[in-house]
């Protein structure tokens, strides 16, 4: 017989096997089971989207370099959830069954994805297969659920199936949005990573397991409407339980990690900061971790500061732009001039800067550079604080004292627009540095951040300071011999002017420093110049060239 009620030329869709009625047994009219469904596909979108975001948030932390991993995800992902689709096949004829199924599974393994991926890096050393595998497992549920929602709408109202995947589409692209803004503006910072997972994963498992135990349950066998109760019982217990020693797996994690004496772990709104070290001692032996990479250690960070900072305050510097630097220790090295009249330090993260003035070991560390009155801070991104009104004050000098050009958020900081912003902010005879990363272990990447200065109208002058021991001052950690206690580290820098390629020295009446002076700086430029490799094209904002 033909339906009457279907639009002109368009066939009835065929009733699933192993259904009844449309509508029949159902404890509401077909109008409310409807929009229960698609109140459903919302929230289950909005959850399926924060647990990709946790698994690109996480795996980013843990492995670096946000694009590959991202791009790791998002394929696997989607190519699981082709599989996932076509695995639903085989649960048409029980789709409510199925989907309670699916929903419960994709709760427990969404919910425990970043506390897994955590526990491979701090105990395996290794993340990434589990990266991977979680991305798959997660995609192979999340393409089954459209299926079995598409029969499940049509159990309870028969319409054309356009009109089905339309409506189901719309509702599941909203919940997406809903999830995509809920992540970094809600989950992340109030709940963090682990336990916004965990959240995430009872909320799916509550309104997937409610819809199907309550709208279908007329569909559903005595055992198969018991299998799905006992389900979601264990798996919202095991979340619950998860998410009260979340905390507790957070130290321990932390501990594999960065060893027994982590004094500070801070999420901030920008990045993960954790600090080790005794609580009493000397700062010498503070490390400071942003998004798990060593950004400061106390032991050698003088080399590092002092290389930086000192050979671009050899000529006019009474006022001193740091850009990054939150931490005080580049400004440190500034203030040590009296007649430097301010200095601005751009900082992005708040938290980094609220830790540098409070905790007692790197305020010590940095000479508590915040309570000089010459010093100002901004936070604020430096890439658009340079195009803005505040740069067009011109400075003295410019100390880029930003994280490694290879961690895709930074790569910006190190763009040809970025550097041709820089020198519009420079005095006539200013100078800027730049800490351009490793010289000897990466030096593709420090020779196109000298490339790429070099392109914005800069002239400069490369060198590196740790990687080299002759001519650096015997410091205070230094054995007899003349060898330090640790391997020196390898810093590359590069300073730059827009009227001539720049000295390297250090003026007579610079404080005393211990691990810099001219010598050593001419040094390290020769060294730098005999392993100069052909020129590199320069990184711009459309085509990045860090790796």
Same mark, same amino acid.
């Given at each position: 017989?033909?339906?009457?009620?279907?639009?002109?030329? $368009?066939?009835?869709?065929?009733?699933?096997?192993?259904?009844?009625?449309?509508?029949?047994?159902?404890?509401?009219?077909?109008?409310?089971?409807?929009?229960l469904v698609l109140a459903t596909v919302f929230v289950c979108a909005a959850c399926g989207l924060v647990y990709e975001l946790e698994l690109l948030a996480l795996g980013s932390y843990l492995i670096g370099d946000s694009v590959t991993q991202a791009s790791v995800v998002l394929s696997v992902m989607v190519f699981a959830m082709g599989v996932g689709s076509l695995l639903a096949?085989?649960?048409?004829?029980?789709?409510? /069954?199925g989907f309670g199924a699916i929903e419960a599974g994709l709760a427990l393994l969404g919910g425990f994805s970043a506390m897994a991926l955590y526990a491979s890096f701090a105990w395996l050393g290794e993340s990434r297969p589990a990266l991977v595998g979680f991305s798959f497992g997660i995609g192979v549920l999340i393409g089954a659920e459209i299926p079995l929602l598409m029969v499940l709408i049509q159990r309870i109202r028969r319409q054309d199936a356009g009109g089905a995947v339309a409506d189901l589409f719309a509702a599941d692209y909203v919940g997406a949005l809903v999830g995509g803004l809920a992540f970094p503006f809600l989950l992340l910072p109030v709940f963090g990573q682990l336990t916004g997972a965990m959240l995430t994963g009872t909320?799916?498992?509550?309104?997937?397991?409610?819809?199907?135990?309550?709208? /279908?349950?007329?569909?559903?066998?005595?055992?198969?409407r018991w299998l799905l109760i006992a389900a979601n019982v264990f798996v919202l217990a095991v979340l619950a339980a998860g998410t009260v020693l979340a905390d507790d797996f957070e130290r321990v994690a932390r501990t594999a990690v960065y060893g027994g004496e982590v004094r500070v772990a801070v999420q901030t709104g920008v990045q993960e900061l954790v600090m080790t070290g005794p609580p009493t001692g000397s700062p010498r032996s503070l490390d400071l971790y942003l998004d798990g990479r060593l950004r400061v250690s106390g032991y050698d960070e003088y080399r590092y500061h002092e290389a930086l900072v000192h050979p671009a305050m050899t000529g006019p510097h009474r006022r001193v732009l740091v850009l990054g630097g939150g931490d005080g220790l580049a400004a440190r090295e500034v203030l040590r001039y009296r007649d430097v009249d301010s200095v601005t330090v751009v900082e992005l993260d708040p938290g980094v800067v609220r830790l540098a003035r409070t905790d007692p070991m790197l305020s010590a560390l940095?000479?508590?550079? /915040?309570?000089?009155?010459?010093?100002? $801070?901004?936070t604020e991104d430096a890439f658009h604080w340079l195009r803005g009104p505040a740069a067009r004050d011109r400075f003295d000098v410019i100390v880029s004292d930003l994280p490694d050009p290879g961690i895709t958020p930074s790569t910006k900081l190190y763009s040809q627009e970025f550097y041709g912003l820089a020198a519009r902010a420079l005095n006539p005879g200013g100078r800027l540095a730049v800490h351009a990363g490793p010289l000897t272990t990466r030096p593709r990447t420090y020779w196109t951040v000298e490339s790429t200065l070099g392109a914005a109208g800069l002239l400069t002058t490369p060198y590196s300071a740790g990687g080299r021991l002759s001519g650096f001052a015997a410091g205070p950690d230094r054995t007899p011999g003349g060898d330090t206690a640790v391997p020196p580290q390898d810093w590359g820098f590069v300073l730059a002017a827009r009227d001539r390629a720049p000295e390297l020295r250090v003026d007579r009446d610079t404080p005393a420093l211990r691990a810099v002076s001219t010598r050593a700086l001419q040094d390290a430029a020769r060294d730098a110049a005999r392993v100069r490799p052909a020129a590199l094209p320069p990184s711009t904002l459309p085509h990045p060239r860090y790796s």
């Open positions: 017989m033909i339906d009457r009620s279907a639009p002109r030329g $368009v066939l009835p869709a065929p009733e699933p096997q192993g259904a009844k009625t449309a509508s029949a047994g159902l404890p509401v009219p077909p109008r409310t089971g409807r929009f096949k085989r649960l048409r004829r029980r789709p409510a /069954f909320v799916n498992a509550a309104v997937g397991g409610g819809l199907v135990l309550w709208l /279908f349950r007329r569909d559903l066998s005595r055992r198969c940095n000479g508590r550079a /915040f309570e000089d009155p010459r010093l100002v $801070v901004v």
